[in-house]
């Protein structure tokens, strides 16, 4: 496997996010051919399965029962696999560290990425990391973890979720998701960073320097004039092709350095233009940044004006 380097940016106090950084690459530079076809056995038979015999996996694999012992013994070890005894024969199910380690792995056998660096950010239901493509272009890897912790309560909030029955399997559906969002909104002129790839539970996108719009503190009647009419903008062209955000907020709108452009992020909670949330949701988060940008900037919007904009009106 191609060699990962862990880059850090200098001065900013990241121990723990170096650490944790770290522990991901060590993770996947440590992956073995037949450790990674091993996880991604787990992860295809785990829907005939839920945890996948010891037996079962030899045959997928072709692997003898001592060669099959040591590479679960090594995934268990490592964190990347769990197991629980079931009628008498264990059984393995890949963990959320198996599966980002298997994404990455993916990613970087198929040169999208060539190098891994700090945690940008982290929330309940996903990381996200700074990363290179080997011709030296930064990008950005998001790994989902929809579920894990709130499988209920998830499959209660998202209608897409209700006829899922794992949390892998809502991961990698949310990933999918996201990033067809990204690609049909991205295509159709909205602000959003470029897609570039989608595996498992990974998305990967262009890096886009700036700050989460919560972050800025200054910005000129000029400026926050132009990032709002992107936000608008973009969420206008994707209600054109039957998306909303679902998420809108000062979080999920990330103002560039330098020419200070609104992008907006995080479209892992879109709904349909026909869904029964759709209105609710496409007028709440309208009103929110409104009240943020009257708040934060001074700057005096109509959100009624400004939901007509989105639908066309």
């Known amino acids: 496997m191609q060699q990962v380097k862990v880059n850090i940016a200098p001065g900013q106090g ?32 785990r829907t005939r399965y839920g945890a996948v015999p010891s037996s079962a996996l030899s045959r997928e694999l072709r692997a003898d029962e001592r060669e099959m012992t040591k590479i679960l013994n090594d995934l268990v070890k490592n964190g990347l696999a769990r197991a629980r005894l079931v009628r008498g024969e264990y059984s393995y199910e890949v963990t959320r560290r198996g599966l980002d380690s298997l994404a990455i792995s993916w990613l970087i056998s198929k040169g999208f990425i060539s190098d891994l660096g700090e ?27 929809e579920g894990l912790r709130q499988f209920k309560a998830l499959r209660r909030l998202r209608g897409y979720a209700l006829n899922i029955g794992d949390w892998i399997e809502v991961s990698i559906l949310t990933a999918s998701r996201e990033f067809e969002a990204l690609l049909t909104v991205k295509r159709s002129g909205g602000l959003v960073p470029r897609p570039v790839v989608a595996h498992l539970n990974a998305v990967v996108t262009e890096y886009v320097e700036g700050l989460e719009l919560d972050q800025v503190t200054s910005l000129g009647l000029q400026d926050s004039k132009r990032v709002l009419s992107d936000v ?9 092709n039957g998306i909303v955000h679902g998420d809108l907020s000062p979080y999920n709108i ?6 200070r452009r609104g ?51």
């Open 14 to 45: 990241l121990k723990r996010a170096l650490g944790i950084v770290r522990k991901l690459v060590e993770r996947v530079a440590a992956l073995s051919s037949r450790e990674a076809r091993a996880l991604a056995t787990l992860v295809r038979l």
């Open 119 to 145: 945690r940008l950010g982290v929330g309940k239901e996903s990381e996200v990391y700074l990363a290179w493509a080997p011709n030296g272009v930064p990008l950005t890897v998001k790994l989902h973890r």
């Open 254 to 259: 990330l103002v560039s350095e330098g020419d």
């Open 263 to 313: 992008y907006l992020i995080d479209w892992s909670q879109y709904v349909n233009v026909d869904d029964s949330s759709a209105q609710s949701l496409l007028r709440e988060g309208v009103e929110h940044i409104a009240s943020f940008f009257r708040r934060r900037f001074g700057l005096s919007v109509n959100p009624e004006e400004l939901v007509n904009r989105v639908k066309g009106g």
């Open 232 to 240: 608008i903008e973009t969420l206008r062209v994707a209600y054109a």
